[in-house]
């Protein structure tokens, strides 16, 4: 078999074989295949697409290029849940402790912030102490103690997703949904769940920025786990606003607090409400959304959700301190606010650039190499369809750095548009669910 072959198969719009596919990734994963070749195969792709078998295939054969987490030892029906990234998403840190707290195993494996939207990883280390490279045998323990642990994806899992991610980013070929599918599925088959509740975003703040597109995503990965024998549910969300009223990494740990102290913000717990009850359903917890929601408000008014996440924190090494009393958790000294110049209301917000202001003050990745600082972030005081005063703060911004924090307040400006009448109001953050 060679590569010159299959990527002139796939020029030329033939379906490729199970063996094929096993060829390319194999060989690129052991660097038998080069770059310039894979990068010819991944245009191919983008052009001419994959059916739900090829689909399939690929995703498997990137689930098994490394090691796979072997859940067998957990007791229970292991259900997970992946979002496809937004701005101001902390729902892991909320559903999570939730759910576990009703007595299902949450063995989370997720990942740092990717480009504009936050990653739950970096959020999690604003916490003192908190180690997020705990060993495989520790978190299969904890999540038999605790029903819950939450870390970092290890380097060999799926190392061919992280190989052709690097090369898709830099070869224009990232916005094709068998390659978007794949990616996130590989990880999520390798994570060893039975169950995966998906969150894919949709709105400007998202990467799939239409309803027909995130549908289109959410289908393809639905069929590839179904294929692959586990129970699956995406739930299409909308993006196009921040979710909840905080953004950074301390800030959103801080929000998520506030949320198990029964005080979350009214979008952001309906989206958690959604998908904690398919997480319980799944688990066998709950017989339907009513009953999944009634042990949900049960949960997070007796306050077992919250002693959860103080559970969570000290098992893995973090000071419960943060989460009894979040008030101390860090936040940037100067303040900076974004008034309103008139009276009105907010008509519509550009979600991506909130993101891009949040890392304007340092508080994501931009590189690989570049640090974060964990303590920046920005308040929304004002969201889409409330109205402002003249002088009234619009958005309240942290900084570390004056010249940062003008920096995002220029681009936090260009984020937010104003009308003299009141938009109509959104009726749900739930676009579709696709089963």
């Known amino acids: 078999m060679r590569m010159y072959d299959v990527i002139e198969k796939k020029k030329r719009g033939g379906k490729l074989t199970k063996d094929e596919i096993e060829f390319v990734i194999d060989g690129f994963t052991n660097g038998e295949i080069p770059d310039y070749q894979m990068s010819a195969f991944l245009m191919a792709v983008w052009f001419n697409g994959m059916d739900k078998e090829e689909t399939y295939e690929l995703t498997m054969s990137m689930a098994n290029s490394g090691n796979r987490l072997d859940l067998g030892l957990i007791n229970g029906i292991k259900v997970d849940k992946h979002s496809t990234g937004g701005v101001g998403d902390k729902t892991t840190l909320i559903i999570g402790p939730i759910v576990a707290a009703l007595g299902v195993p949450v063995a989370k494996m997720s990942g740092r912030g990717l480009g504009h939207t936050g990653g739950t990883i970096d959020k999690l280390e604003s916490i003192e102490g908190f180690n997020t490279s705990i060993s495989t045998e520790h978190f299969i323990n904890q999540v038999n103690d605790l029903h819950i642990a939450i870390a970092g994806q290890t380097a060999n899992l799926a190392p061919a997703d992280k190989k052709i991610y690097a090369l898709r980013d830099v070869t224009a070929t990232v916005d094709n949904v068998s390659l978007i599918a794949s990616s996130i599925m590989s990880k999520k088959l390798a994570s060893g769940a039975d169950a995966i509740v998906l969150d894919v975003k949709c709105g400007n703040g998202a990467f799939m920025k239409d309803l027909e597109s995130a549908n289109s995503l959410a289908e393809e990965m639905v069929s590839i786990g179904k294929m692959a024998g586990k129970k699956m549910t995406a739930i299409i969300t909308d993006m196009n606003e921040p979710l909840g009223r905080y953004v950074g990494n301390s800030l959103e740990i801080y929000e998520a607090v506030l949320c198990l102290k029964g005080n979350g913000d009214k979008k952001l717990m309906e989206v958690c409400n959604v998908l904690a009850s398919y997480m319980l359903i799944f688990a066998g917890v709950a017989k339907d959304e009513a009953e999944a929601e009634k042990l949900i408000k049960e949960t997070i008014e007796s306050g077992k959700a919250l002693e959860k996440l103080c559970q969570l924190v000290k098992a893995q090494g973090g000071d419960e301190k943060y989460i009894k009393n979040e008030g101390i958790l860090p936040r940037a000294h100067k303040k900076i606010e974004f008034l309103a110049k008139n009276d009105g ?59 940062k924090g003008i920096d995002a307040l220029g681009i936090l400006e260009k984020a937010y548009s104003f009308s003299s009448d009141k938009p109509v109001e959104q009726i749900s953050m739930i676009k579709n669910i696709v089963s």
């Open 345 to 403: 209301f907010v008509s519509k917000m550009d979600t991506e650039l909130v993101g891009k202001a949040c890392l304007a003050l340092g508080g994501g990745r931009l590189t690989k190499e570049s640090t974060i600082d964990l303590s920046v972030g920005i308040y929304l005081n004002k969201k889409t369809g409330e109205e402002v005063k003249a002088g009234q703060a619009i958005a309240t911004i942290y900084s570390s750095d004056e010249k």
